[in-house]
T-cell receptor
Framework: QKEVEQNSGPLSVPEGAIASLNCTYS??????FFWYRQYSGKSPELIMS????GDKEDGRFTAQLNKASQYVSLLIRDSQPSDSATYLC????????????FGAGTRLAVHP | EPEVTQTPSHQVTQMGQEVILRCVPI?????FYWYRQILGQKVEFLVS????????KSEIFDDQFSVERPDGSNFTLKIRSTKLEDSAMYFC???????????FGQGTRLTVV
């Protein structure tokens, strides 16, 4: 059974701080990695994708991938109250039609 | 900006009734998916669809479920005889290529009573 594990949180950070979200996955053949943001009652919204080892930055967001450790992370700099949401880590496996396997999500609360 | 559109946003149905959930994927996308999320639980894969046929389905996607792309724009999920445990948010997603990002519709909240 392919698994994606995340700390459920809540992760509470003050406004302006860096929020660090982590994810591990079990399938060593996973090739593509994504972070989605989900507000309560809404659909997943793509934040970042990462496909190779290292860091990828997009505005206030940085995704980090370490395939040897089967570990993906998301850093959010200068956190804002509007970043308060559940962050879902999702990975795809090799072969097939690359369905997404989601973690349960980490709830982030940014307080003023 | 192109987006995936789902209708209805909320559907209430009686147990045993058939429901059809509708999706309009992003127009040039080739890969289509249905996922569901039971309240408080993970987003779960149901089925993937490519080249007018099912390419993969999960254990959840049993004989009560079917998908169809009746024309060049719509993608539907049918549940033939709904059960209470089918109550969930159902999300449609589409991708341009198999290894690219998946974009999700806003979801249909299905409530079976």
């Amino acid at each position: 059974q392919k698994e994606v594990e995340q700390n459920s949180g809540p992760l509470s950070v003050p406004e302006g701080a860096i929020a660090s979200l982590n994810c591990t996955y079990s399938d060593r053949g996973s090739q593509s990695f994504f972070w989605y943001r989900q507000y309560s009652g809404k659909s997943p919204e793509l934040i970042m994708s990462i496909y190779s080892n290292g860091d990828k930055e997009d505005g206030r967001f940085t995704a980090q991938l370490n395939k040897a450790s089967q570990y993906v992370s998301l850093l959010i700099r200068d956190s804002q109250p509007s970043d308060s949401a559940t962050y879902l880590c999702a990975v795809t496996g090799e072969g097939g039609y690359n369905k997404l396997i989601f973690g349960a999500g980490t709830r982030l609360a940014v307080h003023p | 900006e192109p987006e995936v559109t789902q209708t209805p946003s909320h559907q209430v149905t009686q147990m045993g009734q058939e429901v059809i959930l509708r999706c309009v994927p992003i127009s040039n996308h080739l890969y289509f998916y249905w996922y569901r999320q039971i309240l408080g639980q993970k987003v779960e894969f149901l089925v993937s669809f490519y080249n007018n046929e099912i390419s993969e389905k999960s254990e959840i996607f049993d004989d009560q479920f079917s998908v169809e792309r009746p024309d060049g724009s719509n993608f539907t999920l049918k549940i033939r005889s709904t059960k209470l445990e089918d109550s969930a948010m159902y999300f449609c997603a589409s991708k341009l290529q198999v290894n690219t990002e998946a974009f999700f519709g806003q979801g249909t909240r299905l409530t079976v009573v």
